[in-house]
């Protein structure tokens, strides 16, 4: 699986847009990018999944860039509740069944 | 509620006792993967089944670990000779066997364990 880098922390606030880049310099042709999102003492649960340009649906966007080296998870009008660890993934999801997660990004969102 | 239940939600035993976790996966789905998390980590794959064919185990799978999944359809996770590093959330994930994207996994609320 492909390495990522995303950041350790985030701050926003309510009502705010909020942009999480990742890094997969090496991704591969087959790689899809996913975003996951966990709450504490909860099991992660997936946001959006994309292999090139835009993918939207109601709760994020995930835009994608041509040469697909890094992409950037959007979330419009942040609440208190998207207060979270958001991990983004790269693999070959069809075939590598087992997820590799790193550390995740924290978002906070403030009042 | 993603639809995967996980029994207990939290286990608290001695260093040295057996224990075992079950995960109940979404009907339909034929694959069931578990994971372990530790404070301040993403989620580490532990093992992964297609139907009742244990079909890939990590590194992290010590010989104190086995787990099942008899018939297809619940899977068991069992920790022999428990260990204080053992400590983890213990999470279980299902999907469906599919052609096209997106590829996506539903995860359980976790078995939370504490050797003490």
């Known amino acids: 699986l492909a390495k990522t880098t995303q950041p350790i922390s985030m701050d926003s606030y309510e009502g705010q847009e909020v942009n999480i880049t990742c890094s997969h310099n090496?991704?591969?042709?087959?790689?899809?990018i996913t975003w996951y999102q966990q709450f504490p003492s909860q099991g992660p649960r997936f946001i959006i999944q994309g292999y090139k340009t835009k993918v939207t649906n109601e709760v994020a966007s995930l835009f994608i860039p041509a040469d697909r080296k890094s992409s950037t998870l959007s979330l419009p009008r942040v609440s208190l509740s998207d207060t979270a660890v958001y991990y983004c993934l790269v693999g070959d999801m069809e075939r590598d069944y087992k997820l590799s997660f790193g550390a995740g990004t924290t978002v906070t969102v403030r009042a | 509620d993603t639809g995967v239940s996980q029994n207990p939600r939290h286990k608290i035993t001695k260093r040295g006792q057996n224990v075992t976790f079950r995960c109940d996966p979404i009907?339909?789905?034929?694959?069931l993967y578990w994971y372990r998390q530790t404070l301040g980590q993403g989620p580490e794959f532990l093992t992964y089944f297609q139907n009742e064919a244990q079909l890939e185990k990590s590194r992290l799978l010590s010989d104190r670990f086995s787990a099942e999944r008899p018939k297809g359809s619940f899977s068991t996770l069992e920790i022999q000779r428990t260990e204080q590093g053992d400590s983890a959330m213990y999470l279980c994930?299902?999907?469906?066997?599919?052609?096209?994207?997106?590829?996506?996994?539903?995860f359980g609320p976790g078995t939370r364990l504490t050797v003490t």
């Open positions: 009907s339909e789905h034929n694959r």
């Open positions: 994930a299902s999907s469906a066997r599919q052609g096209a994207p997106p590829y996506e996994q539903y």
């Open positions: 090496n991704i591969a042709t087959n790689d899809y």
